[in-house]
């Protein structure tokens, strides 16, 4: 079973940031945060990771709490490409991955 | 960057037929891959574990005489849904960690396949 837990579903206005929450309350220490996202009828894409820093690419920022317990993942700029499912994973090592429902974002002109 | 491809992007197939399913991770070693299956409106389901050189894990509930995985090299793993039946038909998706490329670059990023859409009639 998934160790995440996330809100089924958000909507965000095109242009704003996109804040999506996740929570980990079982996460271990040597465990990373990592967050995928699918497009409809495509395989999931990689878009960032952490361990207990924040982090930032050319995607997306990753806010981890100071506990571990929860992150959230920002989009600075939405844009409608970016209407995806968002999954928030933890893993440690190059082990499998196991996907809980993710949250439908949708971004909306 | 690591590019994980599958062939084919999609197959239609008579019922009772085998389909295999190919997935290559094109610019590095993959000694580890994974196969999920997916249903409409339904998140990733893992189904096994692929190790080259040994046997597949299978998740619980999969059948493994159903569903033969084979990784016969560092860049090639196999799914072949043997006998399909309508109720197989789904979205299946490998992925592979970006270990040691052929180049030596690691990103610690799990790479996953563009899937495969398996329709059964």
């Known amino acids: 079973d998934a160790k995440t837990t996330q809100p089924p579903s958000m909507d965000c206005a095109e242009g704003r940031a996109a804040n999506l929450p996740c929570n980990h309350s079982?996460?271990?220490?040597?465990?990373?945060v990592y967050w995928y996202r699918q497009i409809h009828s495509q395989g999931p894409q990689y878009i960032i990771h952490g361990l207990k820093n924040n982090e930032t690419n050319e995607m997306a920022s990753l806010i981890i709490t100071e506990d571990r317990k929860s992150s959230t993942l920002i989009l600075p700029h939405a844009t409608l490409r970016d209407t995806a499912v968002y999954y928030c994973i933890d893993i440690q090592g190059a082990q499998k991955l196991v996907f809980g429902q993710g949250t439908r974002l949708t971004i909306n002109p | 960057g690591a590019v994980v491809s599958q062939h084919p992007s999609w197959v239609i197939c008579k019922s009772g037929t085998s389909v295999k399913i190919e997935c290559r991770s094109l610019?590095?070693?993959?000694?580890?891959m994974f196969w999920y299956r997916q249903f409409p409106k339904q998140s990733l389901m893992l189904m096994a574990t692929?190790?080259?050189?040994?046997?597949?894990?299978?998740e619980q509930g999969v059948e493994k005489d159903k569903f033969l995985i084979n990784h016969a090299s560092l860049t090639l793993s196999t799914l072949t849904v043997t006998s399909a039946h309508p109720e197989d038909s789904s979205f299946y998706i490998c992925?592979?960690?970006?270990?040691?490329?052929?180049?030596?670059?690691?990103?610690?990023?799990?790479?996953f396949g563009e899937g495969s859409r398996l329709t059964v009639l």
């Open positions: 079982t996460i271990s220490g040597n465990e990373y």
């Open positions: 692929s190790n080259e050189g040994s046997k597949a894990t299978y």
């Open positions: 992925s592979a960690w970006g270990g040691t490329t052929l180049a030596g670059w690691n990103t610690g990023e799990l790479f």
């Open positions: 610019d590095f070693q993959a000694t580890t």
